[in-house]
């Protein structure tokens, strides 16, 4: 549990990483080289997660909506390349404790309706096995909103894990 506690902090400093455009010390990733990672859609890109089974994706409580369509194998979302797949939710899993005002306990997990075809485009995340200590470097990705031409991009970035205190 403290290795999906890790993934869902690590994500909240995706967004200050990814926010402060491509000079942000983040870089552009090749085509597969973040495989879980997806993109969570109504109609309209809303937010990340990651894939940890072929039938689980692991993503924040405040991106909660009761029906979602999860796309897997993304790059671009603006274009298609014939890697992707789009699957609906099943279940959607908010953590019974989440706090909107706080972000406390901002875990959720999405069940999809079919499992996912794990290849090179789509895989799931190497979960660690134990908790990280503080200083050690982190690879963290996201979707970045490029202007040029306006797309959303899968991008990625090192941070340190700081020791909680």
Not at 36 to 63: E, M, P, R, T
Not at 107 to 136: D, E, F, Q, R, W
Not at 144 to 154: F, I, R
Request: proline residues 2%; aromatic residues 8%.
């Amino acid at each position: 549990m403290k290795g999906l506690l890790l993934t869902v902090t690590l994500s909240s400093l995706c967004v200050r990483c990814f926010s402060q455009s491509q000079g942000h010390g983040g870089y552009s990733c090749a085509r597969s080289a973040v495989p879980y990672q997806v993109s969570l859609n109504s109609g309209y890109h809303f937010c990340g997660g990651s894939l940890i089974s072929s039938q689980w994706v692991l993503s924040a409580a405040h991106c909660y909506k009761s029906s979602i369509q999860v796309k897997l194998g993304e790059y671009n979302l603006a274009a298609q390349d014939g890697s992707e797949q789009t699957i609906s939710s099943s279940k959607v899993i908010r953590h019974s404790g989440y706090n909107a005002n706080t972000l406390n306990n901002d875990i959720m997990l999405i069940k999809l309706s079919k499992a996912a075809t794990l290849n090179s485009y789509v895989n799931t995340v190497p979960l660690p096995t134990s908790c990280v200590t503080a200083g050690t470097t982190c690879l963290i990705s996201g979707w970045v909103l490029s202007s040029k031409p306006a797309s959303w991009w899968l991008s990625r970035c090192r941070v340190e894990q700081r020791a909680h205190g």
